[in-house]
């Protein structure tokens, strides 16, 4: 059963230098492919990471196929631990929380609760485990609302933006609380030293903007974050700025405009090249460079969204993710969960009421 998805081995994340031992639990139930995509990714992230742990949350008999001699193979780093229900994609978040409390959804939530797991990543239902973390692992203190971080891919390097889709409304005060959040996660997961923090707008001039966006700016400049001033929809692509911060609505209206963009490129090129023998031959000539650039902006890529804000380490991954773009959320959890992006959280929130109190 594994052989039945292929691994792309190219495009396979690096082997990260793991400093302790982590443990991951994970829904293996949830998103559009459920065990046939979650189990393959999470035995090829254990022959990468040794110290590693794995545990898979669900429905046994479904799991237990693609399994094989892995629990021989990888022992106590590979756990198992039985849920016996699933949250639908399209079920009302509070009737999940309500009446799936044996959820693979919310058995892995609990897990890092407990203390039994360093963090957990579900392809499942965004809504409800949103609301199934937050009430289970709460919120960080200081932090009013969880937000969805993910990264973009720029001209150099990467865009931190959040919110994606959490929170429809905002205040100033949540604002300024992502752009908190949203530091300490470009900080942690890709090295960046005092993000370059932009607030996203209708133009870049300092008299435009709504009175939230105007407050946050405010906010911002009095901090001692890295604030650069507002940004404009194209600025996500150039570099110039390292965390992007909106209300939840305009951030995912914004993604989900980029990835229609991203698809409509690659179609159309495709489209271009076998128009005709000529055009064929010359997309075999220019293959190295479209293999490239097929790697570098492969959407699989940047799977993992991040759910900050809350008590612990909860990842999102795409729904229809394949073995290898979960192998990406995976990773995303290793790091967050190395690096213990939470607690750092907690103290660049106490750091800044302590320079604005001073």
Same mark, same amino acid.
């Given at each position: 059963?594994?052989?039945?998805?292929?691994?792309?081995?190219?495009?396979?994340?690096?082997?990260?230098?793991?400093?302790?031992?982590?443990?991951?639990?994970?829904?293996?139930?949830?998103?559009?492919?459920?065990?046939?995509?979650?189990?393959?990714?999470?035995?090829?992230?254990? =022959?990468?990471?040794?110290?590693?742990?794995?545990?898979?949350?669900?429905?046994?008999?479904?799991?237990?196929?693609?399994?094989?001699?892995?629990?021989?193979?990888?022992?106590?780093?590979?756990?198992?631990?039985?849920?016996?229900?699933?949250?639908?994609?399209?079920?009302?978040?509070?009737?999940?929380?309500?009446?799936?409390?044996?959820?693979?959804?919310?058995?892995?939530?609990?897990?890092?609760?407990?203390?039994?797991?360093?963090?957990?990543? =579900?392809?499942?239902?965004?809504?409800?485990?949103?609301?199934?973390?937050?009430?289970?692992?709460?919120?960080?203190?200081?932090?009013?609302?969880?937000?969805?971080?993910?990264?973009?891919?720029?001209?150099?390097?990467?865009?931190?933006?959040?919110?994606?889709?959490?929170?429809?409304?905002?205040?100033?005060?949540?604002?300024?609380?992502?752009?908190?959040?949203?530091?300490?996660?470009?900080?942690?997961?890709?090295?960046?030293?005092?993000?370059?923090?932009?607030?996203?707008?209708?133009?870049?001039?300092?008299?435009?903007?709504?009175?939230?966006?105007?407050?946050?700016?405010?906010?911002?400049?009095?901090?001692?974050?890295?604030?650069?001033?507002?940004?404009?929809?194209?600025?996500?692509?150039?570099?110039?700025?390292?965390?992007?911060?909106?209300?939840?609505?305009?951030?995912?209206?914004?993604?989900?405009?980029?990835?229609?963009?991203?698809?409509?490129?690659?179609?159309?090129?495709?489209?271009?090249?076998?128009?005709?023998?000529?055009?064929?031959?010359?997309?075999?000539?220019?293959?190295?460079?479209?293999?490239?650039?097929?790697?570098?902006?492969?959407?699989?890529?940047?799977?993992?969204? =991040?759910?900050?804000?809350?008590?612990?380490?909860?990842?999102?991954?795409?729904?229809?993710?394949?073995?290898?773009?979960?192998?990406?959320?995976?990773?995303?959890?290793?790091?967050?969960?190395?690096?213990?992006?939470?607690?750092?959280?907690?103290?660049?929130?106490?750091?800044?009421?302590?320079?604005?109190?001073?």
């Amino acid at each position: 059963m594994r052989a039945a998805v292929r691994w792309h081995a190219a495009l396979a994340p690096d082997t990260l230098a793991t400093t302790r031992p982590i443990a991951i639990a994970i829904d293996a139930m949830g998103g559009d492919h459920g065990p046939c995509v979650v189990v393959p990714a999470s035995l090829e992230a254990l =022959s990468r990471e040794p110290a590693l742990t794995i545990v898979l949350v669900g429905l046994g008999e479904q799991i237990r196929p693609y399994l094989g001699n892995s629990a021989a193979q990888y022992g106590q780093r590979l756990v198992l631990r039985e849920a016996t229900q699933v949250v639908a994609m399209d079920e009302k978040p509070q009737e999940a929380l309500r009446k799936k409390k044996d959820s693979s959804l919310r058995v892995s939530i609990d897990l890092v609760k407990a203390g039994e797991a360093h963090a957990c990543i =579900s392809a499942g239902n965004t809504g409800a485990l949103m609301a199934t973390a937050r009430f289970v692992l709460k919120t960080i203190e200081g932090i009013d609302r969880p937000a969805i971080i993910s990264r973009i891919r720029s001209r150099k390097g990467f865009t931190h933006m959040l919110d994606l889709g959490a929170n429809s409304e905002c205040t100033a005060e949540h604002l300024f609380q992502f752009a908190v959040m949203g530091s300490v996660v470009a900080a942690d997961t890709s090295g960046i030293d005092k993000p370059r923090i932009g607030i996203l707008n209708i133009g870049e001039e300092e008299t435009k903007g709504h009175s939230g966006v105007q407050e946050a700016a405010r906010l911002l400049s009095a901090s001692q974050l890295n604030y650069v001033g507002f940004v404009e929809g194209g600025d996500i692509f150039t570099g110039d700025v390292d965390v992007v911060v909106t209300d939840g609505f305009t951030g995912n209206v914004a993604l989900k405009s980029i990835e229609g963009v991203a698809r409509m490129v690659v179609g159309a090129l495709r489209e271009e090249y076998t128009r005709n023998p000529l055009r064929y031959l010359a997309a075999l000539a220019s293959w190295p460079v479209l293999r490239s650039l097929r790697r570098e902006f492969d959407p699989r890529t940047y799977n993992g969204a =991040s759910l900050v804000g809350l008590n612990g380490v909860v990842i999102k991954s795409h729904g229809s993710a394949d073995a290898v773009s979960f192998g990406y959320a995976i990773r995303a959890a290793l790091i967050e969960a190395q690096k213990g992006v939470p607690t750092h959280i907690a103290n660049s929130l106490k750091a800044q009421w302590v320079s604005q109190t001073a």
